[in-house]
Structure formats: structure tokens, C-alpha cells
């Protein structure tokens, strides 16, 4: 199994940047598709962006498309997500997971970090 510890959340004005890190324990992180999701009260976690093990793949959900980046360091065991021009929108708790398959890391996955806060003031 993996184990995911975001960070980097916290206030920020609207056009601003933020960068999450998501660390991930385990010597199997490679083998692992992961993604970004963020969630608000009374909403489903909604998939924010993927990223294949090998970095060849990504995707996008269409309202980040543009702004935000995913990347990935195997070596550190470690994905970011950067995160430009803020909207106040983008407010949520955003949480890393990982998964087995790429399909998986968008829909389903396997594995859930505990969240970070990312709020976007206007």
C-alpha cells in the first residue's frame, strides 16, 4: 500500500498561486497512478487532475485546465499540483490518491491522503 501526506494548502487572494505536495511512503510509489480531487461541504470529492506513473499521461478537469499543473518526482516519492490564478471557486479541501491503474486514479481510487485546505478569497 501507499500512504499520502498532502500539504502546502492555505489563504491566498484571488490570481494567486499556491503548490501542493503530496509525499508518499512506500517503495512502490512509481507503480502508482496518482491524482488530485478537492471537496467542498455538502458536495462529492470531485477529480481535479491525474497523472500517469511514468508522467507520460495527464489530465485535467475542464475548470482547472490552463492553471493548474501536475507533476510528479519518483525519486522523492512526491506530485505536486501548482495552482495559478486562484479563483475563489477553487476553494476546497484538496486530497491526493493513488491507484493501481490510470482509469482508477480518476474515478475510483485506491488510496486517499487526509486533505488540505486551499481557500481563495475574492
Known amino acids: 500500500q501507499v500512504q499520502l501526506v498532502e500539504s502546502g494548502g492555505g489563504l491566498v487572494q484571488a490570481g494567486g498561486s499556491l503548490r501542493l505536495s503530496c509525499a508518499a511512503s512506500?517503495?512502490?510509489?512509481?507503480?502508482?497512478?496518482m491524482g488530485w480531487f478537492h471537496q467542498v461541504p455538502g458536495k462529492d470529492r470531485e477529480f481535479v487532475a491525474a497523472?500517469?506513473?511514468?508522467?507520460?499521461?495527464?489530465d485535467y478537469a475542464d475548470s482547472v485546465k490552463g492553471r493548474f499543473t501536475l507533476s510528479r518526482d519518483n525519486a522523492k516519492n512526491t506530485v505536486y499540483l501548482q495552482m495559478n490564478s486562484l479563483k475563489p471557486e477553487d476553494t476546497a479541501v484538496y486530497y491526493c490518491?493513488?491507484?493501481?491503474?490510470?482509469?482508477?486514479?480518476?474515478?475510483?481510487?485506491?488510496?486517499w491522503g487526509q486533505g488540505t485546505q486551499v481557500t481563495v478569497s475574492s
Open positions: 490518491a493513488a491507484s493501481l491503474t490510470y482509469t482508477s486514479s480518476r474515478v475510483n481510487p485506491a488510496y
Open positions: 512506500g517503495r512502490t510509489f512509481s507503480s502508482y497512478a
Open positions: 497523472i500517469s506513473s511514468s508522467a507520460y499521461r495527464t
